[in-house]
């Protein structure tokens, strides 16, 4: 497997525009994970899924951000409209019901300008 | 509220010298404690977890229930350990992890 894809890697996007970021988790795994890292907060949970649905997006900072998961193989995180405080990097991460490990893509590094 | 803290931000070691990262947790039952390492500008990957009492890469960690902490040691330092060091906290069913702010270390030659 080619563990947790994520794309853009990077993104440079101007103020007020929107953003998708998309992630692939690795085949088999049912819970699906959002991150935000930031030098000033850490590694923050934004929203997380299971068996394709919605179980807690209580870290999501506002309405501005949204994410859905389609199917088992596919999830988006949207910004609209972006503001340059949004400027962080974005992790997707799965893991299989059966086990405790998590497994991390390479993140996306988005820039608001 | 389950939470994880690192105190340090940063720490910068000497290579040979003995490392130590803290980690404390607050949780009132039976927690699992996990490290992850991210090495610049790549993904986080487990680096070990308390059950399996094991060591990777020459790091140890024990779980000390007692003074609820699950601090990462090495005792030789080398370059290639320079990177960022999250502790993390799961505690009962399938809850997602809870991550602290992490610690960079830096070893100097």
């Known amino acids: 497997d080619a563990g947790v894809i994520q794309s853009p890697r990077h993104e440079v996007t101007e103020m007020g525009q929107e953003v998708t970021l998309r992630c692939k988790p690795i085949s088999g795994h049912d819970y699906l994970f959002w991150y935000r890292q930031t030098m000033m907060r850490g590694l923050e949970l934004l929203i997380y899924?299971?068996?394709?649905?919605?179980?807690?997006d209580s870290g999501m900072p506002e309405d501005r951000f949204s994410a859905k998961m389609p199917n088992a193989s596919f999830s988006t995180l949207k910004i609209q409209p972006s503001e340059p405080r949004d400027s962080a990097v974005y992790f997707c991460a799965s893991r299989a019901s059966s086990g405790n490990t998590i497994y991390f893509g390479e993140g996306s590094w988005l820039t608001v300008v | 509220a389950q939470r994880v803290t690192q105190p340090e931000k940063l720490l910068s070691v000497f290579k040979g010298a003995p490392v130590e990262l803290k980690c404390n947790y607050s949780y009132s039952g039976s927690p699992e404690l996990f490290w992850y390492v991210q090495y610049s500008r790549q993904r986080l990957q487990l680096l070990l977890r308390h059950i399996s009492r094991e060591s990777i890469k020459g790091f140890t960690a024990d779980l000390n229930k007692g003074e609820t902490s699950f601090h990462l040691k090495k005792p030789f330092a080398q370059e290639e350990d320079s990177a960022m060091y999250y502790c993390a906290l799961k505690t009962s069913g399938n809850t997602p992890l809870v991550f602290g702010k992490g610690t960079r270390l830096s070893v100097i030659a």
């Open positions: 899924f299971n068996n394709n649905v919605p179980i807690d």
